[in-house]
Nanobody
Framework: QVQLVESGGGLVQAGGSLRLSCAASGRTFSPYAMGWFRQAPGKEREFVAAIRWSGANTYYGDSVNGRFTISRDNAKNTVYLQLNSLKPEDTAIYYC??????????????????WGQGTQVTVSS
């Protein structure tokens, strides 16, 4: 497994932006596809975005498509999530995750075998 640590969360007004980072350590980072999920209080964990190990392929959840951008820098063992045009309903804990799989089911939590502790994003109206 690879160890993951998220950062970059915080409090922002609606319409604002944040950039989340997820730093990986442990096993070699490059072969892993990376995903971002979020979980709001009382709700199930929701898929946000995923990126293939090469960075050539990305996949987004419907609720964030067009507003959020996932990217990665394999030289820095880091994956990023740029959050733009934030809405109060984007308020959640954001988690990054790693998997050896790249398939049509990237939105499923059970294909990821490493998870970070999460970073809180709060969007005020």
């Amino acid at each position: 497994q690879v160890q993951l640590v998220e950062s970059g969360g915080g409090l922002v007004q609606a319409g604002g932006s944040l950039r989340l980072s997820c730093a990986a350590s442990g096993r070699t980072f490059s072969p892993y596809a990376m995903g971002w999920f979020r979980q709001a209080p009382g709700k199930e964990r929701e898929f946000v975005a995923a990126i293939r190990w090469s960075g050539a392929n990305t996949y987004y959840g419907d609720s964030v498509n067009g507003r959020f951008t996932i990217s990665r820098d394999n030289a820095k063992n880091t994956v990023y999530l740029q959050l733009n045009s934030l809405k109060p309903e984007d308020t959640a804990i954001y988690y990054c995750a790693a998997t050896n799989i790249w398939a049509s089911r990237m939105q499923r939590t059970d294909i990821y075998d490493s998870w970070g502790q999460g970073t809180q994003v709060t969007v005020s109206s």
